[in-house]
């Protein structure tokens, strides 16, 4: 089985600083490949950045869909352009937003999620909302940290820490969903340090799409257009 | 003052068929002017045709903004890439999905939505949820007539009636709301047959755009990103 | 176009007080008339005065109708017996509540609401309850000032700002709609003041009004009653 | 203890004739007073008969509370003025429509509403949408029998079984609700033919209004007003 | 009429301290006999409880319809195994946390429960999701005394009272519903001291038992199994 | 990895018939035992089996956690006594029906669920609204097939197929979750007839299972007791 993970930015350190965590994440003999846009914004903090974004990521899903991969996973938790990316090729596409928000769901009854910037957490939002999932969202706090810098990860560390215990504490969670997946690597440290459930989306979206890809399922065409991935029509994205 | 229509695909033959229409859809002394994109979709009937779409409307939103006018209106009932607009730029941007949406609150308590296609149908279906509107809309019903075939107004005008009709009969809706811009030509028509009231997105966008001018409301920059649209890291679109 | 603008109570002064405010809300060429009622409670602030105001409202709205009005506007936050109103007449009735919250939904994802008293707060609650609003307000919050005291314009900014700040600061509001149509003088100061939308109801109610009669557009009789304005059956109101 | 059932509508052969069925409804040795408006509707079949009633009801609950009685059933399914009410007098007000809903959830997930009207039953949903308790309503049905024709009880049985029954096979209740108060005297042929519960909102609210006053409870001051019932700005009602 | 309340514990000190309170809750000649689990855990604070209680609870409803009882209150505020108990008999059977909580709803907008444990508050939380009735509950608090401790009434009240006093001022609690059957001796002493409504579950729920029977109403076959009581393969509980 | 599938019914040809199914069903290296009850009833189709065969589940599921299982699968689609069981052990306990729902909601906007009778797909409505995730479903059908009868694989195939296109055609459902574990031998050839995504829960119970463990999550202690597995206080199950 081989997952291509995309990384919506154009960010190459970025990239190359995750693509080890990436591979740990997938069971064994999974093959993951972790790729990142040629163009387009260096971060995904807001809707600006999603819609400009866009048409690079379609380009990257299509382009894995053709190179034979069998399950894409879109390594963002804001779950940018995941319709549009499930319209356009055959083969499962799961994004780590909604995937952290599925696992969150068999654990807790109620989750908070911890993301980088107001503006992510507000676009995460207005998520819940369309997915429905809001009703088991205890809330989505910011970390103030922005995706490039979660690097120093002492730093990041910390400040997701204050807002997961504020979201245990006042909020009513009872697990946390990270809300970037830039934070992977501080994931196993904050659930020993809650003693809460920490879901990593990075992580839950590749374990996910195996699932997907093992049980023969994909995105349903009655729910994603009506075309099918073989059709002449689809656009091959961005380029 | 004045308002830019932006029609969100790359038809100019659509854009030169619906100009007249949306110079009259404005008050006395507004002056309106409709573009369409340079590139991108030639429609907007997908998830895959907006994210395609997307920054190449960002660049005609802030084309719109640095030219001076005063208010934005996406004219797609889609409401495609409308989040990330309201980042982009300082004055109002309406969308004419979510504007015939607020205007049909005010008419009725169950209004059901006529569109397109499966595939905008579907998009809309998710927008209403994410809105948290579902709760008003008695159904969204897909007419199964092309963006660019909507030009044939009789096939169109009976295609939507027939629709029209199930979703007062069967769906429990009290008030219609076209389901594209591109079905401007045919709501009073369908108005008069009917005998509830049908609202075209393209004429609700433009009425609503006027009424953020003039009571001096825009967008809020705590729903809509940190930034504004005099920061210098605005991004000047897809260009 | 002729705008009636209904104030719900019995004030002659209150009345008078804000006539001049109606007449600049509406857009050139549009003339405004002013009324209150002949009879009833001084002011609304409770559903038991709504109760007691209700006949002589309907009576006026009927007499707005007849008197070849193009449109009511119903001055009250409340929403005071709309749907009555809208059964009552042919002309589209709109309701300065309902308005504020509509034009807020495409200005901000959440809204909260500075009303009068704890009494207004709470029946504002059911009417956003009542209409699914409820899902996009953050909260609604008094101000404690009756409504005639909200002529002392210092004191009313004072307390109406103290309260917005909490929502804006606390509650996760994005913009701010002014919960008594007494509150029109103060509304533009506030947005001034807290860098957030403020939305005064009685200039939306005005102005919303507007667009319907415009667009030829009414309250749907599937809605608001089997009957019709014209039917010989229409009680004449509270006389 | 003694209930006073208001009936708020002004026709007396009405009145007399569910007097019977009110006292039959009340348990041993609670005595029951049924009195209807000296003015106002015959008939309360629209939110405009319900705002004409208004200032009647309120006059004959204050009435009530001065003569001594223990409870008010306000004995309309479309609840009418209930909030009011409860603002106005310090014993239980129950409202018909509102009893004989808490009362379905006690014996099934979904039930079924079968009133009079088109505008009837739209005015129900409006209700439950306030109450909050439309997640639980399968379908609101109308019998299309005027409330002074429910006299005719073969007519009556015979339109309401089969709304009841559709709304059984098609929209999934596993309850019915009268929709109507002069309804009252199908209920248990109507049950004993469909053999799900059918439930009687008069005998509901008077069944209700019994078990608050036996367990010494009234309406929440903190929800429906702030003053009391002794103080002195109570209005008196609609005289 | 005899109504038999079940205490789904096997407690025989508790169920001999609330005895008395329960025949006091029912009406003048209302027979009403309270017996508790013969196995089982000794108080119902966990799911683990409520799954071990299980069979014993089944088998003390279906005994309590063989011996004729014309109702059944399963005396918890948790409404353990509700759902069972209504397919296994025919009788009416009410269950005090949703008889506390549909009688609530007829006398403020929102209630909050204070119960005894953090565990019996998600239970709890999860059953108000499961009636859809969290629309109206401002909060689910716990007061931290386990129910057998309950007994020391001083300290119950204590430790209720100031979670009460939390859930009005805020939470935007109306009314108080306490969420243990073990807490009815304070009741009437909270009431008093907070002025808003306390509902005692115990008394509630039979009082509600004696509505159903007087109305001659029960569990709908149609929510409650295929099957009816007579129904020879109806298990004969948990020996 | 060792995984426990307890079948919570004491049919023990049931249980010889699904072994090899479930073993297949788990990813390479990973151990499958296969158990179902020693006493209890022989299969679960309504909330009254559920209750009596509560106390034998919970005393498999600690059996599980004592024999060092890693993860348990609740092999039923009713999602019997799952909040129980997580309170009872520390490893991840998953639930087949709860298993399904969550991965379809990464395949489709809106799914049906096709169980076995009336009496369970009510039960599964019920699971939905407490999870929240009823507003993704488009409903819940029956085939009218006893659990033990499932074993005729034709008779099965064709009425769930039926029930399935039913739910496409006419609910709107995008992808359709089997609601039997007894059903998965068929799910294969139904997606294969229907073309949209078919789940199958044992499947999809084990293969969540598999992803919390590898992730190192397990139900949270926030949400499901506040006790901890190794508590001395634990029970021991229904012996």
Redesign the interface.
Same mark, same amino acid.
């Given at each position: 089985m081989k997952i291509r993970v995309i990384i919506p930015n154009s960010s190459e350190p970025f990239r190359a600083g995750q693509e080890e965590d990436r591979k740990k994440a997938a069971?064994?003999?999974v093959e993951v490949e972790v790729v990142c846009l040629q163009e387009g914004?260096e971060s995904i903090e807001?809707?600006?950045d999603?819609?400009?974004a866009?048409?690079h990521?379609?380009g990257e899903v299509v382009r894995a869909a053709q190179e034979g991969c069998d399950a894409v996973s879109l390594d963002c938790a804001m779950d940018t352009?995941v319709?549009?990316?499930r319209?356009?090729v055959d083969i499962p596409v799961?994004s780590a937003g /909604? *995937?952290s928000h599925? =696992?969150a769901?068999?654990?807790? @009854?109620?989750f908070s999620i911890v993301t980088v910037?107001?503006?992510t957490a507000?676009?995460i939002?207005?998520n819940l909302?369309?997915?429905?999932?809001d009703?088991?969202a205890a809330s989505v706090r910011a970390a103030h940290v922005p995706v490039l810098e979660l690097a120093d990860q002492e730093r990041a560390f910390t400040a997701i820490l204050a807002q997961a215990r504020l979201a245990?504490e006042e909020d009513g969670?009872?697990?946390i969903v990270l809300g970037c997946t830039g934070m992977s690597q501080v994931a196993?440290r904050l659930?020993k340090e809650l003693?809460?459930?920490v879901?990593?989306p990075a /992580? *839950?979206s590749i374990? =996910?799409a195996e699932?997907?890809v @093992?049980?023969?399922?994909?995105?349903?065409?009655?729910?994603?257009?009506?075309g099918s991935g073989a059709d002449g029509n689809?656009?091959s994205?961005?380029h």
């Open positions: 069971s064994a003999g914004p807001s809707a600006l999603e819609a400009l866009g048409p990521i379609i352009v319709r549009a990316a319209e356009a799961v /909604e *995937a599925l =696992l769901l068999g654990l807790a @009854r109620r910037m107001d503006s507000e676009a939002r207005e909302a369309k997915t429905g999932l009703r088991r245990l969670a009872q697990a196993a659930q003693g809460v459930p879901i990593d /992580e *839950a374990q =996910l699932v997907y @093992r049980m023969g399922l994909s995105g349903s065409r009655a729910a994603y257009g009506p689809r656009p994205g961005g």
